[in-house]
């Protein structure tokens, strides 16, 4: 361990471009050593040396192949969905090139599309809706185990959502809020036989009811894990779980989803929460789950109508199998043999067999039984991902390591067998959580690439303030050896990704006139009389004034409108451009309000009229050669 008050390591001047690679090496080990140091102390010793510790790790150097360039005019392989972290939004990436390509918002304003400010948006993020997020999980929805390219689903942790994402206009079109929790954390889909719920872990554990009469019962205090249907997008069941419950995954036969769960103690504090050794994995039967709420084996809790089930130790549609304290990430590899826990405080990684599960809710073996191998691999082992050839790939967040190791070996070395289960350990920058590979959280793994989620990007880029960057680093996976292949810096926090074959992912080059986003909007239309693609028109209903215009770059339907001095005032604009691309905007100067029009689309925004005088308005898309001139004004008469 490097000791960071040694007064012999070298002094660190980032804006050297002189400086060595021996330099360079031991800042790294610098914030390795030192984030060792407080895990150290945390965890109360426990985390050991590990096996492979001694190998030389493989610095980070790039790829010197021009494979992974992806030219002008070329076009990206993968789609890579990215959470968005802190800012509540989705981000489309194109890989290899790791260009960002799109930012779908979802729990967060954008001034851009306008959503968070459009009535269409509005209704989807539901009145009195917290302007902001903390998005961590997506992950596209599945039929036998490979994605479909339907819906991409992303929880909110900050205020307990989780909301869908249409893929073929890439748009968040249903949020839903989860009742009788806090903190919905780790996210994962139903493979098989198709993405009939999407498991949702509430992290937090809370006393039930509520209501500031009880917070001192910490015996009382749980939480739930949730079945949310995806077609509805309602909360058709929860369970109630002994622990805290972080990631979860689920299996390739439809039957088993699992989480890992750490507190087992109970506790309201962080030393009380690592006090034990082991916490757990625990396993749902989905079969079992939907029985009971079918024969009405379930509660409701105040304010709610959703079946609460329980879940805790001794129930008959969980089991706890008992793993290294606090667990992190849980991981199904492609082939569904085999699930990884990632130990987090503990250098180990716990290997399950899955097909184990149905000996497990039979009774016929202990929750041990079904561990195969519980490896060390280094320190801070976070997450798993898996290639088409047997290996798996776990980040190392304290050493700021990828390690790829084999996990047939693993399981031999865990009977006896004195094997080197450790392939390679590439050095990332710095403190990776998350990683991917191409496909491989389906059946359709093809291990070409590795997406790791750094933290820390200290002396990787060009600084920009006290705020840094986060780094997510591309490297090859395809040969025997991890090669970095690129840096990209990201906006904080960017928690999870997934990679997407493109050809699973096939979107709408215009809208549908009849897509569901913007029917609330043509309803209105209809009872006002107004046919959408051939009239701009104003309608009075006393202070609530609607005009409709039609816009065809680069004009509107209409040059002007008239309204009075507090006057409610809902703007309709339907692009009538069918050509891709061509998207148009609407600002109504000093007012707050923008937004996007694609092509065949109809948006709405509504505002107060509080200021009387001339108002331009002006569309805020490039969309024309005349651009400028694509605008008209609004006169408000005092009142």
Request: with cysteine; net charge negative.
């Amino acid at each position: 361990m490097i000791d960071p008050k040694d007064k012999d390591l070298p002094e660190i001047n980032t804006e050297d471009p002189k400086a060595s690679e021996h330099v360079k090496l031991s800042r790294r080990l610098f914030l390795g050593g030192s984030a060792a140091l407080v895990g150290a102390v945390g965890t109360a010793g426990t985390i050991g040396a590990t096996l492979g510790g001694a190998m030389v790790p493989s610095t980070a150097q790039a790829a010197t192949s021009g494979n992974h360039n992806v030219g002008p005019g070329e076009l990206d392989e993968y789609y890579g969905f990215w959470s968005g972290g802190h800012s509540g939004e989705v981000r489309i990436l194109g890989l290899p090139s790791m260009r960002e390509l799109m930012r779908i918002p979802v729990f967060n304003v954008d001034s851009a599309t306008g959503w968070g400010i459009t009535n269409e948006s509005k209704a989807v993020l539901g009145e009195n809706a917290p302007m902001g997020g903390d998005s961590h999980h997506p992950h596209m929805s599945m039929t036998d185990g490979s994605y479909d390219g339907k819906y991409v689903f992303i929880n909110d942790k900050a205020n307990t959502r989780v909301a869908r994402i249409r893929c073929d206009i890439m748009k968040t079109d249903k949020i839903t809020t989860v009742p009788n929790a806090q903190a919905i954390h780790g996210l994962r889909v139903q493979k098989v036989p198709f993405t009939k719920y999407v498991f949702a872990n509430a992290e937090f554990r809370i006393p039930h009811p509520n209501n500031g009469l009880n917070m001192d019962d910490i015996e009382g205090y749980y939480t739930l894990f949730s079945g949310v249907n995806a077609e509805t997008m309602e909360v058709d069941w929860q369970v109630i779980v002994d622990g805290n419950l972080d990631n979860t995954d689920a299996d390739y036969t439809g039957k088993y989803a699992f989480s890992t769960c750490y507190n087992s103690e109970g506790a309201v504090d962080l030393a009380g929460s690592m006090r034990d050794e082991r916490d757990h994995l625990v396993i749902f039967n989905i079969e079992r789950i939907e029985a009971a709420v079918k024969a009405g084996d379930f509660v409701t809790l105040p304010g709610s109508d959703v079946p609460v089930l329980n879940g805790r130790k001794g129930s008959a549609i969980t089991r706890y199998v008992p793993v290294p304290k606090n667990p992190h990430g849980i991981n199904t590899a492609p082939g569904g043999k085999y699930a990884v826990a990632n130990g987090k405080l503990s250098p180990t990684v716990t290997v399950f067999q899955l097909d184990k599960f149905d000996a497990l809710f039979e009774d016929s073996i202990k929750p041990r039984d079904t561990v195969v191998a519980e490896v060390e691999l280094g320190l801070g082992p976070l997450h798993t991902a898996f290639d088409n050839r047997g290996n798996a790939f776990t980040t190392l967040f304290i050493d700021s390591q990828v390690c790829k190791w084999d996990v047939e070996k693993a399981i031999r070395f865990y009977n006896g067998e004195k094997v080197d289960y450790i392939v390679q350990k590439l050095d990332v920058h710095y403190q990776p959580g998350h990683n991917h590979t191409t496909m491989g959280e389906t059946r359709d793994a093809d291990g070409k690439y590795l997406v790791s989620l750094q933290k820390f990007s200290k002396d990787r880029f060009l600084k920009c303030g006290p705020l840094h960057a986060e780094n997510d680093q591309l490297i090859d996976i395809s040969g025997d050896e991890m090669v970095l292949v690129h840096d990209g810096p990201t906006y904080a926090e960017p928690h999870d990704c997934m990679i997407v074959h493109r050809s699973k992912v096939k979107t709408r080059k215009l809208y549908d006139r009849n897509d569901p986003t913007f029917a609330m909007t043509v309803e209105m239309a209809k009872k006002d009389g107004v046919n959408l693609e051939t009239d701009s028109k104003v309608i009075r209903d006393g202070n609530k004034v609607r005009v409709y215009m039609t816009s065809v770059a680069p004009r509107y339907g209409m040059d002007q409108f008239n309204v009075k001095q507090g006057d409610e005032v809902t703007v309709i604009v339907t692009n009538l451009d069918q050509i891709e691309d061509v998207t148009h905007g609407f600002c109504m100067v000093n007012h707050g309000v923008q937004m996007e029009i694609s092509p065949q689309q109809t948006a709405s925004v509504t505002f107060v009229a509080d200021k009387p005088g001339v108002h331009w308005f002006y569309c805020n898309w490039f969309c024309h050669a005349l651009h400028m001139e694509m605008r008209g004004r609004m006169l408000v008469s005092p009142a």
